[in-house]
């Protein structure tokens, strides 16, 4: 199984950005599948999750500015970013979780103030 994520970028402050992964390979039925991020000198924090079913989970930190998505069919995971903040800049790592979790590569998200 495979992830690849793809739609990082430089924004400016205020702006938005797509980010999608597609997961490939052997047969793939994730339960969760969502984002987590990196930025310089921090932890790797949870950003957002939904369920197979649709149950979404977010950050405090992007409740309102960030949505996810996810398409079953086709295994894709998406996150669309609006009114990014400088502080969002981060690498940016999808996953899939079943009874093991697969991450795709990361994305880097750069927004400048």
């Known amino acids: 199984v495979q992830l690849q994520a793809s739609g990082g970028g430089l924004v400016q402050a205020g702006g938005s950005l797509r980010l999608s992964c597609a997961a490939s390979?052997?047969?793939?039925?994730?339960?969760?599948m969502g984002w987590y991020r990196q930025a310089p000198g921090k932890e790797r924090e949870l950003v957002a999750r939904?369920?197979?079913?649709?149950?979404?989970n977010y950050a405090d930190s992007v409740k309102g500015r960030f949505t996810i998505s996810r398409d079953n069919a086709k295994n894709t995971v998406s996150l669309q970013m609006s009114s990014l903040k400088p502080e969002d800049t981060a690498v940016y790592y999808c996953?899939?979780?079943?009874?093991?979790?697969?991450w795709g590569q990361g994305t880097l998200v750069t927004v400048s103030s």
């Open positions: 996953y899939g979780q079943t009874s093991t979790t697969y």
């Open positions: 390979g052997s047969i793939f039925v994730a339960g969760f």
């Open positions: 939904i369920s197979r079913g649709g149950i979404t």
